[in-house]
């Protein structure tokens, strides 16, 4: 699969200095829907972009009854099926990497098929013993897999020289009691450096982008703190609703679905001081500093810096959308929550004093991630002939998705007689800049794993840290034991709460 070599401008990114040993992917869940919409794609992009070993090797592991040939026929189906990749003339070579078991995954007798099947692979293929588990199931089979795992030695590795790795999907955990415990029971089969706990924002290029652009330039660093910045806002918005995954979402909710993961990591490459290496610990040191330094909410703060609300009824691209209660498969008194917002406050010397409000939600108006650093206004503004006249504060806009790129907004003379402002922006696109496509984060985040680099995987501390600071706020929604939350029109920012929750200190959400 080496020499599948294609073109593409923004292969230099995923460029590494090492290919991957050749190694066996087996993916528990292997023909569930994220293998089927997200990891497939990514391994065959991979492959047809040259990055993949020689040899590399995927084993599907499901209770759907099937063999290697149904398996290679359902992920061909996948892969044409996805935006992000096209069967082409690489897929047989790939395909011929393919593999499948069908078992369920609390009987031992799969596991003792995976490994005749991994030991006939290694054989046939030359993968060397190097394994990589993907759990890619419902969290609640986590721990009886890698218990599994255990009682088989598969967590081990054959030789010295190889290495057994593992990949676990979120979410992970749903309180902070439940993340130790799984914590606890991957421990005890696992060392951490052979666990990679996957946020897939992490891989996204925006968000590295975000480290390189505040620490590979020397000019951001210096007004990167509470002098120059007022207030810094986060926004994940969706315009899907809850899709077909009623039956996860309903447990879950946006704040454990959005916030506790990407939001926060988000959020932590934004105020992490700058690490002394760009490698896994110095890195992730940095980030979990962050969520230590955030003051967790007291139960009766938690009212008046949060706003939780779930979409109504309403229009989306000029389409009509049912309301979240009125989905297929929610309760229709449900409350779980598809809208968020909070306050918080990272308590240390860069950031004391200026908030950061965060907000997430579903059946929103538009598709974007954004991060905003608003910075404080000018002292003194000497233009005041026009009454009312103000500066705007300067924005750097930081868009995750789509559009990626960077803009910053600062106030212009208007063209004309006296002096009138007018905001404008100078603008960094990824698309214009360099062309080509963005490799998807599970590209980067399977390539690295590989290779052995965490940088971009949670650490332990770092979810249970985060899950200390989201436990508080779902103890006192659940308190509360309301019959309803607040309902916001499909295709709408969000509640009317959510306006005046900023507004009542001076700010304003973005327009995006
Ligand atoms: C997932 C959530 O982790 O992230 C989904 O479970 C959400 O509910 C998705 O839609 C958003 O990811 P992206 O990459 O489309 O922004």
Request: glycine share 8%.
């Amino acid at each position: 699969m080496g020499e599948m070599v294609t073109s593409n401008p923004l292969r230099e990114g995923l460029q590494t200095e090492r290919t991957p040993d050749p190694c066996v992917l087996v993916i528990f869940g292997g023909t569930g829907d994220l293998t089927k919409r997200k990891l497939m794609p990514s391994l065959y992009n991979l492959a047809r972009e040259g990055m993949l070993p020689t040899g590399f090797s995927v084993l599907g592991v499901s209770r759907e009854e099937g063999n290697d040939a149904d398996f290679r026929e359902a992920m061909k189906k996948a892969v044409s099926d996805s935006s992000s990749a096209q069967v082409d003339s690489a897929w047989e070579s790939f395909a011929e990497g393919l593999f499948y078991i069908s078992g369920e995954f609390g009987d031992g007798s799969t596991y003792q098929e995976i490994r005749q099947k991994l030991e006939r692979i290694d054989r046939g293929r030359g993968t060397c013993a190097n394994r990589l588990w993907y759990l890619a199931t419902p969290p609640s089979i986590f721990k009886t897999i890698v218990d599994k795992l255990d009682n088989d030695g598969l967590n081990r590795t054959a030789r010295d020289t190889c290495w057994v790795r593992i990949i676990i999907e979120k979410p992970f955990g749903r309180d902070l009691e439940s993340a130790r415990e799984l914590n606890d029971a991957v421990a005890n089969v696992f060392d951490e450096h052979q666990i990679y706990r996957i946020d897939h924002y992490l891989g996204k290029e925006t968000v590295q982008n975000l480290l390189v652009f505040r620490f590979a330039n020397g000019i951001f660093e210096p007004i990167w703190n509470r002098n120059y910045i007022d207030h810094i806002q986060i926004t994940t918005a969706e315009t899907v609703g809850v899709e077909n995954r009623a039956s996860y979402y309903e447990g879950t909710g946006a704040l454990r679905d959005m916030i506790q993961n990407h939001v926060l990591q988000l959020l932590a490459m934004t105020a992490m001081e700058p690490p002394s290496t760009f490698e896994a610990n110095a890195v992730r040191d940095e980030k979990v500093k962050v969520f230590h330094a955030i003051r967790p909410m007291k139960r009766q703060d938690v009212d008046s810096l949060t706003i939780r609300a779930q979409y109504g009824p309403g229009t989306i691209g000029g389409k009509s959308v049912p309301g979240y209660r009125e989905e297929t498969g929610v309760d229709p008194d449900s409350i779980a929550e598809t809208f968020v917002a909070l306050e918080l406050v990272v308590e240390n010397w860069r950031w004391a004093g200026v908030p950061f409000y965060i907000r997430t939600g579903k059946r929103l108006p538009k598709r974007v991630t954004e991060i905003a650093i608003v910075f404080k206004r000018t002292p003194h503004l000497i233009f005041r002939q026009v009454d009312g006249e103000r500066a705007e504060s300067n924005v750097l806009a930081i868009r995750i998705q789509p559009d990626e790129g960077i803009s910053l907004k600062f106030g212009a003379k208007l063209p004309g007689a006296g002096i009138r402002l007018q905001p404008v922006t100078m603008d960094f696109r990824y698309g214009s800049s360099f062309g080509g496509r963005m490799a998807d984060a599970y590209q980067r985040l399977l390539l690295d794993c590989m290779l052995g680099d965490a940088t971009l995987y949670a650490r332990r501390d770092g979810i249970e840290a985060c899950w200390s600071l989201m436990t508080p706020i779902l103890h006192a929604w659940e308190s509360a034991r309301v019959k309803k939350i607040p309902q916001y029109e499909a295709g709408t920012w969000g509640p009317q709460q959510s306006d005046a929750f900023i507004e009542r200190n001076g700010r304003t959400w973005r327009r995006l």
